[in-house]
Nanobody, 123 residues
Framework: VQLQASGGGLVQAGGSLRLSCAAS????????MGWFRQAPGKEREFVAA????????YYADSVKGQFTISRDNAKNTLYLQMNSLKPEDTAVYYC?????????????????WGQGTQVTVSS
């Protein structure tokens, strides 16, 4: 499975962005998927995840009510709608996928990773 994240950019505080993660190589309808982010000098952290068939979703406390994860299995694509962005949301955002089951909040829960897309929020 190859994952390609896109949709990042520079946005002012309070703005919105929608990230996409296109999967190729095989269908990911049977995969749990997630988003992580990594700010400069910090470890990669969990942002949100969605179970393979939806609609069960999980969010980091820091983004609950602000971000929404979704997927379109017909398009083999994962999304992250980010609203009310803050400077502390600045990071490289990565999408990830895994065919197994269990926890979804740790980086080692996932087998496949996208290359990351930069999100920069200016104050």
């Amino acid at each position: 499975v190859q994952l390609q994240a896109s949709g990042g950019g520079l946005v002012q505080a309070g703005g919105s962005l929608r990230l996409s993660c296109a999967a190729s190589g095989r269908t990911v309808s049977g995969y749990d998927m997630g988003w992580f982010r990594q700010a400069p000098g910090k470890e990669r952290e969990f942002v949100a995840a969605i179970r393979r068939y939806g609609p069960t979703t999980y969010y980091a406390d820091s983004v609950k009510g602000q971000f929404t994860i979704s997927r379109d299995n017909a398009k083999n694509t994962l999304y992250l709608q980010m609203n009310s962005l803050k400077p502390e949301d600045t990071a490289v955002y990565y999408c990830a996928a895994r065919p197994g089951s269990g926890s979804l909040v740790h980086t080692n829960d996932y087998d496949y990773w996208g290359q990351g897309t930069q999100v920069t929020v200016s104050s």
